[in-house]
């Protein structure tokens, strides 16, 4: 056999969204919410988990074990991640479960509502007055 039937191929890594690089099992589980999040966060600024595990104070080891199993992270580290990241801790923990706003100009409903703002309070509740009015009859 001649050695031109063998082509070296480099071994293809499959992706994993939290471990860049780094040697080890991929998951069984997706991870917890806030595991998602601070890989999210983590990647989003361009770092590595050593480079974030430096930054936070604590081994690298560490951090993948909260960006891939922790369900229960400690107070102090929820933190320290928040302050780094410039988020809130509801936001790491994913309890602002409020969907985004869509990008785009205001309702109609919004623009007649700040309008309605502005009116002086007797024609403010003139026009309350009128749309009870409409709704019940619409009812």
Known sequence: MSTSQFAFTPRREPEDPYNDGMAGRPPLKPAPAFGANLAALRKARGLTQPQLAEALGITPEMLNYYERRATNPSADFIGKAAAFFGASADDLLA???????????????????????????????????????????AN
């Open 95 to 137: 309890l602002n479960t409020k969907a985004p706003r869509k990008p785009g100009p205001p309702s109609q409903l919004t623009q007649l509502t700040e309008r309605l703002a502005k009116l002086p309070r007797a024609k403010q509740k003139f026009v309350v007055e009128m749309l009870e009015g409409l709704l019940k009859q």
